[in-house]
Structures are given as structure tokens and as C-alpha cells.
């Protein structure tokens, strides 16, 4: 396996300290607004890789941290009144609930700055008498001209370098590039007492002290977004391996921007879009695979027209899924006779190689994501031209069907079974609404009673009044378990030789962006592409 390691700069052939474990550190949000779209593309690249390592049989030790305590955070409080702390709980239970909607697995460890305050005084006391920080009226600053390979990471000059992008620039300092570990407090701010007076630590050593309580002195990997290389990563550095007399981290792993017509996505540009606001427009699963369709480290330019490429990729592989299911659940447990050799298998498992050697090469989710295209095509292949009365044939398709789910774990990209718009879901209530006040209008009561039998199974109840029917329900009702409703209601159309209302359903069907096929095996049904 092959990783870009940006302190060289280059592909390195991934070791890790012990054999099948990675110890891995992937800086997490500052709490004090919503996630937007680009925190959130470390957010999926990082756990697609932290699945992948998983899946090639590494046991993965994952920590992300909360940054609670910062002076962004202290601003939001005091415009909204809320108290600091109390304020960063409430948008971590935000970001879970985003990063969990995003099928984002949870970390082993999710460490906040405001419960790691004696290690950092400690770990800032030790740097001052190692001779990497001083103090100045209760601020303390790191020393960068003490530590001979300050700027490795970024490969800047330090006489070329400005003070880092958090802090102000301070005649008090040694070196407008010193930078603080630790902040006094100022008047009616939030604080926790050390050897130089109350304060606050600094940015940069929170990760520092973190990383080093839950996964030691030296990391496998440590990852996060281009914009973290300078100053936070360098100054992690800096600070780590002055503490501990030893390299911090064997693999740094950063992400490409997302950009808005080529500048980057931020909330200090206001050039942002927050994440919960797309998943109201966009299914989750389809800003995932959003997100990691393109190479990692490569930047990622921000339209809908690329979302709305990525609804209707994301819907083809959906699509195989179903097909493939109605092919295998078509034939009864054992009938027919059992195929011969097949090529299907074979060709999906050698695309299970390819799709391991793309990831294994610098973790190249785009070329991967090109080999299980190729393996959908074969499985639609195999379904159009096979016979779903052999036996054999569907413990085949099974089977490979079995290696195109584990790669999908992989990447994470089935998060909803269905990953259907919601207008969609409405678009198919109002057909059963139509179709039932048809059938009332026309005193088919067997039909009416039906369909609203099929829309209880969803926890859906039609309420009939002098407008018309309409529909009430709780939660998100899904796609598949309605479209198998009107598929049936269909073939009972159609059995009855009423020919209108099956031809209503597909036609209205294809009104709102799904179609339906009639086969040998029945009909299907598919979101439009």
C-alpha cells in the first residue's frame, strides 16, 4: 500500500509501527457553528480510508478531537448569549448528527480540549523548561527558532514566514513567527488557572497533548484538510517532537479543497454552504459519494450540476442492487438446473483486485470507483441475459453480488437503501392518491380498500374528505416499500384488464423521474439516470 506523505512529499510504501495496527489522528471541527460542505470532505475521506485500512485487515485506532475552547468560540458566545462550553456541547451534538447522517463511523475517541486541561498546562511546562517557550505577562509563546526543522512539513523558509493564520502579531514576541501555547484571559472570559496566571490554551497544542494521550508519542497517520499543513500541523510538529525527543507522525495525509468558482470554501470568505442545508436538497448517500468520486487530495469545485451527476451515478449502482435482488428472489429455493461455470464470478473478482490495487495506490477512490462501475456492468449483464430459474445461476449472482455490497461497505455508499429525492416519495403519494379516488369515484371498493391497505404498511394513512384524499404520515416514508406497493397494484390492474390505470402509474411514474420496465421475470422499476 502506497500513501502521499506530505512531509516528503511523495508516495511511501505504508508501514505501520506494529504489524496490522495503525494508530491514526484526524483533526476535528471547532464547535461553534455548523459543519459546512468542505469540513465535511475530511469528514468522509477519512473514514473511507479508516474503512479501507479495515477492510485490508489492519485494526485502526481512530481519534478526533472537539476543539471546545477557542476564541471563535468565545466570540459566537457572547453574540448569542450563551456560555462558551455550553455552546460547543450544543454543535457537537450537531455534528453528530450531520456526521452520522453522512455515515460517518464514530471515532474511538472523540477528546475535547476542555477535559485535557492539566496535560496541556503540563505539556506547556515542560516546552518552557526544555527551553522551546517563554513567557510574557502570563502568555506563553513557542520559541520556532528553537526547533531546527521548523517548516518541514510546508516546506516554508522560516525568515519567509508570517506570523501563523490564528495568531495576532505581538511586539512582545521573539519572532513575529512564535506562536502561543497558552493565552491569558482577558476580563469576563472563560478561563482555567496555570503557573502563569488564568488563561486559555492556544490552538495548536490542544492536538498535540491529544494525540499524545490516546495514541502515543508517534502516530501512523495523522490527517486533515490542505488548509491545516500551516500553521496547525507545523506547529504540531514543532511542539510534539520538542515534548517527546521523537518523530510525531510517520504519514500526514491532507485533502484538496473544496472550491467555489476556484477559492476556496470557507466560513471566513462566507463562501460556504452549510452541510445540513445540502442534505435538505440532496440525499446523504449522494454527497458522499459526492465527495470521494474524486481523487482525495485533488480540489473539488463545488455545483450542483456535480450533485446532481452524482444522484443519478449513485442511483445506476442502486439500481444494480435491485435488479439483482429481483433476479435472485424470482426462482424458488432450489428450481431449475444448476449452471455450468460461469465467467460472472471471475470477472468480479478480478475487479475486486482492481478496486484493491486503486486503493492501495494512494488511496485512488476515483480510480475504484471506475472498477465498480465495471462491476455493475457485468452484474446488469448477467441479469438481462441469464434465466432466474437457475438455481445455480442466482447462488452465482448471490455470490458476486456478496463482493459488490463489501466494496459499497467499503466506500460507504449505501447509507439509505433507497437514496431516493423526497419529491420523489410525494410524487408517488400523489399517484396512489390519484389512483384511489379513481377507484372510490368508480366504487371499487376492493381497489380503494387495497390501496389504502398498501400505504398502512408504510405507516401511511389516507384521509378521504370533500377536497379529495390526501396523505399524513411521521418520519420518511421509503421509496422501495411504495414502489413495490404500486407494482402490485399494477399487476391487479392489469389482471383486471384495466389497462388505464396500470398505464397511469408508469406513465406518472415516469413524470417524477422513475420508469418502469416490463420483463420476462415481471416488471421492474428504476430511478431515471
Not at 53 to 71: E, H, P, S, W
Amino acid at each position: 500500500m502506497q500513501i502521499h506523505n506530505t512531509l516528503s512529499g511523495q508516495k511511501e510504501e505504508f508501514q505501520p509501527l506494529e504489524p496490522n495496527k495503525v494508530k491514526m489522528y484526524v483533526c476535528g471541527p471547532t464547535t461553534y457553528n455548523f459543519i459546512h460542505l468542505g469540513n465535511a470532505r475530511p469528514l468522509v475521506v477519512f473514514d473511507c480510508l479508516r474503512r479501507y485500512l479495515a477492510f485490508r485487515g489492519y485494526d485502526v485506532f481512530y481519534v478526533q478531537n472537539f476543539t471546545d475552547v477557542d476564541d471563535k468560540i468565545i466570540d459566537r458566545s457572547r453574540e448569542l448569549g450563551e456560555e462558551p462550553l455550553q455552546l460547543a456541547a450544543r454543535f457537537i451534538g450537531e455534528y453528530f448528527r450531520d456526521a452520522d447522517a453522512l455515515g460517518i463511523m464514530r471515532a474511538n475517541i472523540h477528546p475535547r480540549v476542555s477535559e485535557h486541561m492539566t496535560e496541556i498546562v503540563e505539556a506547556v511546562g515542560v516546552l518552557i523548561e526544555k527551553g522551546f517557550a517563554y513567557v510574557v505577562d502570563g502568555d506563553v509563546y513557542y520559541r520556532v527558532r528553537a526547533f531546527a526543522d521548523y517548516g518541514k512539513l510546508s516546506n516554508r523558509n522560516l525568515d519567509d514566514m508570517l506570523a501563523g493564520a490564528r495568531v495576532e502579531v505581538d511586539g512582545r514576541k521573539e519572532d513575529s513567527a512564535d506562536f502561543a501555547l497558552w493565552k491569558s484571559a482577558r476580563e469576563g472570559e472563560l478561563f482555567w488557572e496555570s503557573p502563569w496566571g488564568p488563561g486559555r490554551p492556544g490552538w495548536h497544542i490542544e492536538c498535540s497533548v491529544m494525540s499524545n494521550r490516546y495514541l502515543g508519542k508517534t502516530l501512523d497517520i495523522h490527517g486533515g484538510g490542505n488548509d491545516l499543513v500551516f500553521p496547525h500541523h507545523e506547529n504540531e510538529i514543532a511542539q510534539s517532537e520538542a515534548l517527546n525527543g521523537q518523530k510525531f507522525v510517520n504519514y500526514w495525509m491532507h485533502n484538496g479543497f473544496i472550491t467555489i468558482n476556484n477559492e476556496k470554501m470557507s466560513k471566513s470568505l462566507g463562501n460556504f454552504f452549510i452541510l445540513r442545508d445540502v442534505l435538505d436538497k440532496y440525499p446523504a448517500d449522494v454527497v458522499r459519494y459526492y465527495l470521494i468520486a474524486t481523487h482525495y487530495r485533488s480540489p473539488l469545485d463545488f455545483d450542483d450540476t456535480k450533485l446532481e451527476e452524482a444522484r443519478r451515478a449513485l442511483g445506476r449502482l442502486k439500481n444494480t442492487l435491485v435488479l439483482a435482488g429481483e433476479f435472485i428472489a424470482a426462482g424458488a429455493e432450489e428450481s431449475g438446473t444448476v449452471a455450468g461455470e460461469s465467467r460472472l464470478l471471475a470477472e468480479i473478482k478480478q475487479l475486486e483486485l482492481d478496486f484493491i490495487e486503486a486503493m492501495d495506490d494512494d488511496f485512488n477512490t476515483a480510480r475504484a470507483m471506475g472498477c465498480y462501475f465495471e462491476m455493475a456492468r457485468a452484474l446488469n449483464s448477467f441479469v438481462a441475459a441469464g434465466d432466474s430459474q437457475d438455481a445455480g445461476q442466482r447462488r452465482e449472482l448471490s455470490e458476486a453480488i456478496g463482493i459488490f455490497r463489501k466494496l459499497g461497505d467499503v466506500l460507504g455508499i449505501f447509507i439509505e437503501a433507497e437514496g431516493s429525492r423526497p419529491e420523489q416519495v410525494e410524487g408517488v403519494l400523489e399517484i396512489y392518491v390519484e389512483l384511489r379516488q379513481a377507484a372510490r369515484k368508480e366504487k371499487d371498493w376492493a381497489s380503494a380498500d387495497r390501496i389504502r391497505d398498501i400505504l398502512g404498511e408504510s405507516g401511511i394513512q389516507i384521509q378521504d374528505g370533500s377536497e379529495g384524499s390526501k396523505c399524513r404520515y411521521d418520519g420518511s416514508p421509503g421509496l422501495e416499500a411504495l414502489m413495490g406497493g404500486l407494482m402490485e397494484l399494477r399487476v391487479m390492474f392489469r389482471g383486471k384488464k384495466d389497462f388505464a390505470k396500470a398505464d397511469l402509474i408508469r406513465d406518472e411514474l415516469r413524470k417524477k423521474g422513475i420508469i418502469v420496465e416490463d420483463t420476462k421475470d415481471g416488471a421492474r422499476w428504476r430511478i431515471l439516470d
